[in-house]
């Protein structure tokens, strides 16, 4: 069976409000997809993922659906917009949903979540990328994702602008060469994990 | 009319769940008292606080009765637990509706939210709270609010411990030492500023 | 006597190469200027600031000459690139000395470096500008340095791009306004704290 | 040929000053040995590493010498003490100089540091070990190290107390735990990437 991706879209706006962040997940899956990679998308804010830290928070709580996609998947594409340099706040609820995984382990002891791999979309404005994959990247990580080199891909603009991402003329060349290379590192780190587990104790 | 300030309690649980977060907050408040400091709580978990960056994101949406409280309020504290080492998404909630603030000016074309001081409460199991506070001063600043000498308190356990700060037999000296300075400071800032607002351009 | 401000330096660079961040330092020293405070630079990788967390590491420290030109000044202009992301190894070496004045109080039990105003100038290419203002307004508020109303500028240019501020036809409009706020700012609030202390316990 | 790993302590303190980085650095180097890793420490301060970008900035430059033992290691083990919730100085300074490896790259247009795996040990006081984590994590990452699932380990004690890990009367379960688990992880992964080489594009 091929290896698959869910890519979750942090943006702030229900669909089908367009999306910069929308825009830089369909590239990395496209990316994802010339090497084999199943992709599927999913917008946080058309859902109700409820406040807490437990993997379910009852009744109306769209979080178990997420979270079962997320443990079904090789690849985690955690997508985000900054806001005031910071993930959105979609994005931390996401974090903090997935915090529950600390406590879970699977019938070696394992984490639940080791095994798969996780990048990172960034997209704003005028700054902030850095900081924002930064926090996904030990956030994801602490929780049992591992990261593949250079895995995080993003665009900014010059300092104290206002044009998306979206609304470029066209995808600068270098950030769709950083898609592709953490499309590329992704697949093939998914790949040896798939093959090779990580040990249990 | 004396100095006032808000409180706003970033805790993940609704009322009338116990909040570490709460009590420091409540701490933060009695020492502001001694200085004659008015202050109100409000924890945003109980209230529908809409995703979006704008001042009024429509029905149902109970940031306009926040936004007005912050403005009305000459200190405000933001207090919030630690999700993987992160402010919470509440808090993170609270952070992109101040957003708002940077385009909004009063009749001299200064920042609406300037003249405000601002500080921080931060509890958390084992880590985190020097990034929280780093991440909350930027954000809080960036919308017009002064920060005083050693805005912030906070709590935190020893690495990968579970008690909680509101299970503690006490306060832990140099906590209260501090929250008792920041108050003293917020208190000394936002008097200075009431008298002498930041001038025009 | 007038109020003064010291701006140190954290480019890489030694003088007399060319430094962005020198070009952001001296706009936002001549803005000062315009409020009658007086203003001196110091480019940290001009002499030798050893490593180490007390006020004097002995023998050819330059430390204790800037922690004297700090402590005399009403405002501190910390200024630093963006490397990786983050403030320079030279700015993180300036905030480790003043780590120093933690345990240090006048006579009075206050902390040494109380009533100073700081605020952050800040360079790079592509992003993290937010990032390092965070960490910079942490640690210079933990070690008692008070952040006026927007306390920082920056400039950045478009992700992944290379051009440097310093080589810009001219300074971008909106860089330039905060740039004059920022100071603005600072120097109505050092003005505040020079004649209304904070109190002491 | 077997796995070899080289642990960078970033502590400011020249040998043979104690060190609790070093204590932490020396346990995962045990762990690491476990899984037939051959480890190397090497203590920053006891060298001089100069300020700058490149791969060699001249006469005295002690950075040439570590750059070929990152370059020769499977893994790297980048270990350094919290100060002011940021790591230190002179584990910015090696950030700052594996940075000219973005600009390397090997004879298949592959990223220089490309197929090796990063973790990280953090030690402080009290707070600040994610946050330095999700730091070194990004700066890591960056520049093409893999991160393998839990790559950090940490310990800090209760907020604003002063006990050193290396004073401990024993080490907390939990931390060894980790360690432990860091170090399989980070065998496993090294052990792939020496196997399966990232692809050219």
Redesign the interface.
Known sequence: MGLTALAINCT?KRSPAESSCDLLLSQVLAELHKHGVAGERLRV?DYDIK???TSDEGEGDDWPMFRQKVLAADILVLGTPI????????C??V??R??AMLGETDGQGR?I???RVACVAVVGN??????V???L???L????????????T???????QGTDYKDLPQT?E??AQ?T??MA??CA??AG??RQ?R??A?
């Open positions: 702030l804010a406040p807490g830290v806001w005031l340099g910071h993930p959105s706040s979609l931390q609820r974090l903090e997935l915090d984490m979540a080791v095994d005028e700054d902030g990328a850095h900081n994959a930064a926090n990247f030990q956030g990580n602490d929780v049992g994702f591992s990261i593949p080199a250079v895995g995080s993003y665009w900014v603009g010059e300092a104290m600068p270098k950030v950083t592709a290379m590329r590192h093939h780190l040896l994990l090779a990580y040990p104790e």
